[in-house]
């Protein structure tokens, strides 16, 4: 089974300041990651996922994460955020082997950018 | 290309009714997925369906069921609702090729589920 952790609930950030949001898994098997957006009323976009190779992996939007196997985290960041960055992250994972989709989720983190 | 469509958006429901949402993948797709939203469990999974055959399934009781079509349409059941199936329930496609667990899935908007 797998478990995702997300480290902050809600995190206010100011307009062109730097956010990291942490994420942290535990599985018995490896497993494949990804960082989801969800903007108000809207459904999950994919920001970014790591498959294999470049532990740093980056996405859309200027965000990027870096995966740490020894310490099983996954972080997202951005350099410089903007309002339209205001919304929910989730973390989740997929086990490699698995035959098909079947996502664990973090709790989610809600980013709110201040002006 | 049109992205994930789901109706309804929005659905209100009483104690015992059972309900039925729809799924339509993108062109193309041949598994979806779904998932429950709610502030207390956050996101969970529920079944993936891959050319008619449920495929993965997560833990969810027997009240909740779904099915594909040849189209890769997809419905969701869920019978004899109680108060906490209140949920955003959201439907997911990809293209579910030979590295099915590294496909992106695409997220429709979701249905809004108010059980009274």
């Known amino acids: 089974a797998q478990s995702v952790t997300q480290l902050d609930s809600q995190v206010p950030v100011f307009e062109e300041a730097p956010v990291e949001l942490r994420c942290n898994y535990s599985?018995?098997?490896?497993?494949?990651l990804f960082w989801y957006v969800q903007y108000p009323n809207q459904g999950l976009q994919l920001l970014l996922k790591?498959?294999?190779?470049?532990?740093l992996v980056k996405g859309i939007n200027g965000f990027e994460a870096e995966f740490n196997k020894s310490q099983t985290s996954f972080h997202l960041r951005k350099p410089s955020v903007h309002i339209s960055d205001t919304a929910e992250y989730f973390c989740a994972v997929s086990p490699i082997k698995a035959a098909g989709n079947k996502l664990t989720f973090g709790g989610g983190t809600r980013v709110l950018v201040k002006p | 290309k049109a992205g994930v469509t789901q109706t309804p958006r929005y659905l209100i429901k009483t104690r015992g009714q059972q309900v039925t949402l729809s799924c339509s993948p993108i062109?193309?797709?041949?598994?979806v997925s779904w998932y429950q939203q709610t502030p207390g469990q956050g996101l969970q999974f529920l079944f993936e369906y891959f050319s008619e055959t449920q495929r993965n399934k997560g833990n969810f009781p027997g009240r909740f069921s779904g099915r594909q079509f040849s189209n890769s349409r997809s419905e969701m059941n869920v019978s004899t609702l109680e108060l906490g199936d209140s949920a955003l329930y959201l439907c997911?496609?990809?293209?579910?090729?030979?590295?099915?667990?590294?496909?992106?899935?695409?997220f429709g908007p979701g249905t809004r589920l108010t059980v009274l």
């Open positions: 997911a496609s990809s293209l579910a090729g030979s590295g099915g667990a590294s496909d992106t899935q695409y």
């Open positions: 790591y498959l294999s190779g470049s532990t």
């Open positions: 062109s193309g797709h041949r598994s």
């Open positions: 599985s018995s098997v490896s497993v494949y």
